[in-house]
């Protein structure tokens, strides 16, 4: 199990600016956001997963969400 946050600021992305999902496991990725810009998702065995529960839990960014292209790959879109 991994544990799952998303970066509650946009980045630049090439359709728009989304919100990244992220693999807070320590090593898992080097462009994990601060601390304090890091939103709850939860441990799920992956990202797929993650996702999905990052959808019902924060529907006002849903549409925004995309998998980190470093360690979300199979959940990366843009
Ligand atoms: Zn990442």
Do not use: W
Request: net charge negative; glycine share 6%.
């Amino acid at each position: 199990m991994a544990k799952y946050i998303l970066n509650q600021n946009q980045q630049d992305s090439a359709s728009g600016a989304n919100n990244e999902l992220h693999d807070e496991t320590p090593g898992a990725c080097n462009r994990l956001p601060l601390s304090s810009n890091r939103l709850d998702v939860g441990y799920f065995s992956n990202c797929g997963e993650a996702m999905a529960e990052a959808r019902r839990k924060y529907p006002s960014l849903s549409s925004r969400l995309d998998g980190c292209y470093y360690c979300c790959p199979t959940c990366h879109s843009e």
